[in-house]
């Protein structure tokens, strides 16, 4: 079995898999400071929680988008798993080119998302990743990435309200029955949901117009994705766990049998 730790901005997500098949997946909060020590007990508990011997992972793979963490997250593969990691960075093999101005500034999670949904569904293929930050990545049917859009996350909108205007309050992300709202909540829930939806329509069909490349697949992924693919007709897929498949498959890329330190 191999384990893979995507580093987002708000969360590290792990997912376990043998072949193709995901054995367990979870998530531990990135924002806190941690030692490897404490990473390596976090990540030696969740696996037997979830019913998996430490033992019987054999590799690991990991994409961050969080530098400071690195070190420590690392150390803690290293130490308490006893492999050392493939870091998904430039260089390595993850079956996607890309063709922008300066592709060092591509985050490792928007490669490994793009190279995913195009092995995966084929391309040309516009992939969504609605996480920390809403982006919008078009890979072309030879599979180069050839732009892509950042925008504010669902979640970043919602904290710039309760934070920076006094009177809101701190509410549960989810959409109201009617956007027609009543009171201070379902108004709020109301322009952050009906927002993205409107926000991720025009992007969408504006991006796939300007590249003017035929039929696009849409395939959407991360946390409240689910909330807005389900309100719209543009997403053809909602993949949750697209980022995790992505990873798994760049490790066979590597042609690596195991990275177990003797």
Do not use: C
């Not at 997912?15 to 995901?22: A, L, P, R, S, T």
């Not at 719209?232 to 909602?238: A, P």
Request: charged letters at 25%; a negative charge; hydrophobic letters at 40%.
């Amino acid at each position: 079995m191999i384990i893979t730790i995507d580093v987002g901005n708000t969360n590290i997500t792990v997912g376990v898999f043998q072949g193709d098949d995901i054995k367990a997946r979870f998530r531990i909060t990135t924002k806190m400071p941690r030692t490897s020590d404490e990473y390596g007990m976090l990540l030696i508990n969740l696996l037997e929680q979830n019913k998996i011997k430490h033992e019987d992972i054999l590799d690991a793979i990991i994409a961050s988008v969080v530098p400071n963490v690195m070190h420590s997250l690392e150390g803690a593969v290293v130490k308490y798993l006893g492999i050392k990691p493939i870091i998904i960075e430039t260089g390595i093999k993850t079956g996607i080119r890309v063709v922008t101005e300066n592709p060092r500034q591509i985050g490792a999670d928007r490669i490994v998302d793009a190279a995913a949904a195009y092995e995966i569904y084929g391309g040309p293929v516009l992939v969504l990743d609605f996480g920390t930050a809403t982006t919008y990545d078009l890979v072309d049917k030879d599979g180069a990435f050839i732009s892509g859009v950042t925008a504010p996350g669902i979640r970043i909108s919602a904290k710039a309200l309760w934070e920076d205007a006094a009177k809101l309050p701190e509410i549960e992300i989810r959409k109201p029955e009617s956007i027609l709202a009543k009171e201070t909540i379902t108004s709020m829930q109301a322009g952050l949901v009906y927002g993205q939806i409107g926000q991720t329509e025009y992007i969408v069909k504006r991006m796939i117009a300007e590249a003017d490349m035929g039929p696009v697949k849409v395939v959407a992924t991360g946390g409240l994705g689910r909330i807005i693919a389900n309100e719209t007709d543009v997403i053809d897929v909602y993949d949750p766990d697209l980022t995790l498949k992505g990873m798994n498959l760049i490790y066979k890329k590597q042609n690596r049998k195991s990275g177990k330190i003797s």
